[in-house]
């Protein structure tokens, strides 16, 4: 039995067409394709495409790893600023509940007198701190400070420049504003709550976690306060 040459020379013949331009578009744009792949390996422009991904990828990786530690420094141990949000926090609990009245005018007056040197040892150090989130917590406290100092002012009480605050003996008790004294230091939303939950917040972070404080959280999500004085800084203002 013989082999037709006849038919396998047409078949070398379609094959060969196919490749240098008589096949499909499809078939062109592939041929194309290996060519230039196989151009550019020869040329070893492909091997500078290369080496230049795998640099990138490498800082890249480098960059993260630095992210990593930055993040980690950020949120070093603090036992300075944990033990000043401590002593912050018992003042500013016990204002929630003191009498702001003329028959207890003494007894405020050292309880805010207190809450005033805690405070400012709290901004001090937590301004300072090197941790980032015990930083965000004092920034928020002066910020909330700063845009109500006419209301401090008030009763005594004023803002310094180096983000402490002062308090003026004569004009807390000469004044006798006592609806001022409450609506800043009694109850729910007040100045003298929010330090307490600020400074509890502080602590933890300061102090890798460990809670200072009893409040609790709702389902939500959301800071559930044990005082419920409708008096808030906000309406006062």
Do not use: H
């Amino acid at each position: 039995m013989g082999i037709s040459l006849n038919g396998l020379n047409s078949g070398l013949a379609d094959t060969y067409s196919s490749l240098l331009g008589g096949g499909s578009s499809s078939s062109d744009s592939g041929v194309s394709s290996i060519l230039a792949d196989y151009a550019s390996i020869k040329n070893g422009s492909y091997g500078k495409l290369m080496k230049s991904y795998y640099a990138k990828a490498k800082a890249e990786a480098e960059d993260d790893e630095s992210g990593s530690s930055a993040a980690s420094s950020s949120k070093e141990k603090d036992t300075l600023t944990a033990s000043s949000a401590s002593s912050a926090y018992k003042a500013a609990e016990k204002l929630l509940t003191t009498d702001f009245s003329e028959e207890n005018l003494d007894e405020a007056y050292d309880a805010v007198s207190d809450f005033v040197k805690q405070y400012n040892s709290l901004i001090k150090n937590g301004t300072s701190s090197s941790n980032s989130s015990v930083r965000k917590q004092a920034q928020y406290l002066y910020d909330t400070m700063y845009s109500n100092y006419k209301l401090f002012a008030k009763i005594g009480i004023t803002l310094n420049t180096d983000r402490t605050l002062s308090l003026d003996e004569d004009t807390f008790k000469d004044k006798g504003n006592y609806s001022t004294m409450k609506t800043l230091f009694n109850g729910s939303n007040s100045f003298a709550d929010k330090v307490s939950y600020k400074a509890s917040q502080m602590y933890r972070y300061a102090n890798e976690g460990k809670s200072i404080t009893a409040k609790t959280y709702t389902s939500s999500g959301t800071y559930s306060a044990t005082n419920t004085s409708d008096s808030t800084i906000d309406s006062a203002m």
